[in-house]
């Protein structure tokens, strides 16, 4: 299978990047500034059109997963315009080349669609954004949808693995190197999420993909948890000291931009769809551990 992965550079996409690798796809590494390890590196802007449509040309796509976007909560907040060039005008791009190649397209998309006033929703919940991440996120699906691209909507949250991403980015890093430096720290205790193990979401994302499920699918762990709750349990899984954890509100954080309180994913559906079924927390932090002895 030929496949372009963008955002090959980031967190999820070099997970998924590697994955292809093993398995012996031919892999095409869309990055933008960090050249990627796994696969055939591939300089790629999404915003720019003619980019796009050379990163085609070379890759010859079966399938594309689209994971380059601009993530950071507060930085989407700050940097606006940059946000809705790269996660909505990008996103239009990719989608509209998918189409014109005849490629099926993921688009990783995230629960920052909800407003966090229910928790676990599904996938034809009503989507109102409290920050501009979200509402970036929203006009891009809407951008794939009306595209006319074959595609999937992958929504998942809160990823986390043993793989070094920008800082905070990959939560169980930051807070592993928390509590082994034993000083002191704030955890947010009045937000909930649904962690989605790195490995977890690439196998559903493979399998979702060479059946070329099309539509909405929550991609996501099947645990729902505070951030507080789900550093309690990396300590707990790691035999780290958890009291050096202060619970806090996220006011008392000082974000910029607003935090749901619980836009946990409901992952029914894609339990009920695919083998691999969404983990359990437990399941989830013993592979971490497995990952990262000592
Ligand atoms: N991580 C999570 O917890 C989470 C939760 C929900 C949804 N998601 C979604 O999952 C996807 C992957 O997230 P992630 O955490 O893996 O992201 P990430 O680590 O922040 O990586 C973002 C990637 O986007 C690339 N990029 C930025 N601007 C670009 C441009 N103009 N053209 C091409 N590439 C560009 C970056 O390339 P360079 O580094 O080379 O500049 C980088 O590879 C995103 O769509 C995100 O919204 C993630």
């Known amino acids: 299978m030929n ?10 996409g070099g997970r998924i990047a590697e994955y292809a690798d093993s398995r012996g796809d031919t892999v095409f590494s869309g990055y933008l500034t ?34 380059a976007a601009i993530t950071g909560v507060d930085r ?45 929703y599904k996938e034809d919940d009503a989507r109102n954004p409290v920050n501009f991440l979200g509402k970036t996120k929203v006009l891009a699906e809407d951008a794939v949808r009306s595209s006319g691209a074959r595609h999937l909507v992958a929504r998942t949250s809160f990823v986390f ?9 990959n939560f169980a ?3 592993l190197r928390k509590l082994k430096a034993h000083a002191p720290f704030r955890v947010v205790s009045d937000q909930f999420i649904t962690p989605t193990y790195d490995r977890n ?25 505070s951030k507080y709750d789900f550093a309690f349990s990396i300590a707990k899984f790691f035999g780290l000291d958890w009291e050096v954890m202060i619970p806090s509100s996220r006011g008392e954080i000082g974000w ?19 083998e691999n079924k969404p983990m359990e927390i437990g399941e989830s932090l013993r592979r971490l551990r497995e990952e990262i002895p000592g």
């Open 161 to 169: 693995g043993s793989r070094e991403a920008r800082a905070e980015a």
């Open 34 to 67: 960090h050249q990627p390890t796994f696969g055939l590196p591939l300089k790629l802007d999404i915003t720019s059109p003619q980019s796009v449509s050379e990163a085609f040309r070379r890759a010859r796509p079966d399938v594309v997963f689209h994971t």
């Open 201 to 225: 979401l690439v196998m559903m994302l493979f399998e979702a993909a060479e059946r070329r499920l099309e539509g909405t699918l929550h991609l996501a762990g099947a645990t729902r948890l």
């Open 76 to 120: 989407c907040e700050w940097e606006r315009d940059l946000a809705l060039q790269v996660n909505v005008e990008g996103t239009r791009n990719v989608a509209e080349a998918a189409r014109d190649a005849g490629a099926y397209l993921v688009f990783l998309s995230s629960d920052y669609v909800f407003d966090g006033s229910k928790g676990l």
């Open 256 to 274: 910029i931009a607003e935090r749901p309180t619980d836009s946990s994913l409901d992952t029914s559906r894609a339990r009920a769809l695919l």
């Open 173 to 175: 890093l930051w807070a």
């Open 3 to 12: 496949l372009l992965i963008t955002g090959t550079s980031g967190l999820l």
